[in-house]
DNA sequence: CGTTGGGTTGAACCCACTCAATACGCGTGG
DNA sequence: CCACGCGTATTGAGTGGGTTCAACCCAACG
């Protein structure tokens, strides 16, 4: 069997997934490919895969590219809930109710891979796995919002920049892409949308985890990243959680 | 069609759930009756229903009684990641890696109704209803855990603390029971770690919004609390989006 | 009684926010 | 080519909401 080499630390909390990422993802296109009808389609940044409101009839597999998915309330905030990578599934929320409960948006040039709902069930009963595969999904999916409210409760808001980025490398790896050089695809507005703090102190923290040597900025833009050791950022975050002073 | 009237304003976010609940909740425990082997057990305050860890075998449904989930960090954190009423499923975390990811504590004495997830798949491939409710609740537990993101990034604490109180009080009402005058079964520290604040902010919110007549304290200890008007709650919360001076 | 756990309240502090100025990157058009 | 505008990012100074630390109250309980 072959399982990816997975170099960060095993012992964080978010890291609960089965180490053969890879694999399972490879599996879910193709379970999907082999069983289910599906129709693709190619988004760039900032299209809406479906809209709050929108009726429900299909689920959707990100084959490639990025996507976030946002939360809006009916006063006009919005959040931004989730991020998305190859093999993730997007749409559960709209299962229970008809209608998608948010956004969908591409953060760059991308191709999901969409299956209605109702052939997607049909097709479960004919092959009994596919529906391990949507189940599993969907479990992951929320203990990923739980690992969500864990950090946005319980990590200051150096903490959760870096634990951000180590969460954004991670998936990387998992998509098996490297990840010792990330671009990160969203503005400093979104990742202090998802993070719950406002532009300036992403900023802030950034050069802060730069200046502590634990990121650096690549020539060209401040929206590449290198992270030379992903491990450390999760280290860094475990040290912030200490009442004793980190790194100045 | 019996539809339960919904007192409350109908705008709110976290109101998309279908207004029949009581009837959909009735449902849950039919179909579960009619076509699974469940196994009943009462838990006790405090009592675990399972622990961050366990292995994986079986779904949980609350026939009643309040329960609430904990994420564990390896690190020691912990958090309380929701709250479960009657009709909610229990143990959806543990469906990918086979093990439960969090902590089910009951918060006062309760009965909950155990099936195994593999005698379920079949009992769903026998009824495909019941596949539909299973989907539904996970879709559900997905969206309300996005709820909680918003309301913990873009409110502020004493909106926060006001935004629970009509939580609760809604999902009273959606079992049936009377939403008028609750007790809380958690502790200032629970709310506090539930909503992302200390001990102290959840008491100084609760007396400003007695103060503001949206809550009183009942005779008997405060953790009775009347609400004379859930939906002045609602508004509470909105007015205190708005940068204008709300209420001393 | 004394003790213990939960709750409230006050005062001082601090992290993160707001406001504001500046700098950067990039496309457009002169 | 530079000028210009615009969106984005960074950095500084000042403020404030929420925290920390502390004292105190109260009810339950041995």
């Not at 760039?44 to 597999?61: E, I, K, M, P, Q």
């Not at 999901?112 to 969907?138: E, F, K, N």
């Not at 634990?214 to 009442?243: H, K, M, N, W």
Request: with cysteine.
């Amino acid at each position: 069997m072959l399982t990816a080499t997975m170099p960060t630390a095993a012992a964080h909390p978010a890291l609960r997934a089965p180490a053969a990422a890879p694999q399972r993802i490879a599996d879910t296109l193709q379970g999907l490919q082999d069983h289910v009808e599906i129709s693709r389609r190619i988004l760039h940044a900032g299209d809406s895969l479906y809209r709050t409101g929108d009726n429900f009839g299909c689920l959707h597999v990100v084959h490639s590219g990025f996507f976030k998915t946002l939360n809006l309330a009916a006063d006009g905030r919005e959040q931004v809930v989730g991020l998305h990578f190859k093999g993730d599934w997007l749409g559960f929320d709209g299962i229970a109710t008809g209608r998608y409960g948010c956004d969908a948006v591409a953060l760059d040039t991308g191709e999901v891979w969409s299956v209605r709902y109702d052939a997607l069930l049909a097709a479960c009963a004919r092959h009994a796995p596919l529906l391990g595969l949507l189940h599993a999904a969907m479990s992951r999916e929320i203990s990923r919002d739980r690992d969500s409210l864990l950090s946005l409760c319980t990590l200051s808001a150096d903490a959760r920049v870096a634990d951000f980025l180590r969460y954004w490398a991670e998936a990387m790896a998992q998509c098996g892409l490297r990840n010792d050089q990330i671009t990160l695809r969203m503005t400093r507005a979104e990742i202090g949308n998802y993070l719950g703090m406002t532009v300036e102190t992403v900023s802030r923290a950034l050069t802060k985890l730069a200046r502590g040597q634990l990121i650096a900025f690549t020539e060209r833009g401040r929206r590449d990243i290198c992270i030379p050791d992903v491990s450390a950022l999760a280290a860094y975050v475990q040290r912030s959680l200490a009442p004793s002073p980190v790194l100045q």
